[in-house]
């Protein structure tokens, strides 16, 4: 499970850094187009599909690693163990956001499945809208394991 599991963030990693890289080279590619009064009309709509993958990879990423901005200033004054206590509870809330997420992830590609891009006409909306329950599954998947990590910590920091 653990090499998966870095596989999976090697995966994540590279696929949120190509998107992003395609995804500017495109829009600046779009503007000089533009420019030179040959636009390309799909540039700016498949950047965001290109856009909504990215985040959702690199989301996974911060939160894997714990990179995500946090305030604490008020949790690190209290005793470790209702720091524990609140670290649990602040991550069964994140996982209920995930579930929910990925429900209405689901949803929202299901019923955005007929709608077109207006510059690219044979590519559905509901890819775009497919990386909001892919993505949620992701960040699900390291909560789950963040919160198998601080039940089986059984010692609290600064007690022993």
């Known amino acids: 499970m653990k090499k998966f599991d870095e596989y999976l963030v090697k995966f994540e990693k590279t696929a949120a850094k190509f998107l992003l890289i395609v995804m ?29 993958w990215a985040c959702f990879f690199a989301m996974d990423v911060a939160w894997r690693e714990n990179k995500m901005m946090s305030v604490d200033l008020f949790v690190k004054k209290l005793p470790a163990k209702v720091q524990r206590v609140i670290r649990i509870i602040m991550l069964f809330i994140i996982l209920a956001f995930c579930v929910y997420m990925i429900i209405w992830g689901a949803q929202l590609t299901w019923t955005q499945r007929f709608r077109k891009f207006q510059g690219m006409p044979n590519f559905s909306y509901a890819w775009v809208t497919l990386a909001v329950p892919v993505g949620a599954a992701l960040l699900t998947r390291s909560t789950v394991q963040k919160i198998v990590k601080e039940f089986s910590n059984r010692v609290v920091e600064g007690e022993k």
């Open 24 to 52: 500017i080279v495109m829009v600046f590619s779009s503007g000089v187009a533009r420019f030179l009064k040959n636009p390309m009309n799909w540039a700016v709509d498949f950047s965001s599909f290109l856009f909504a």
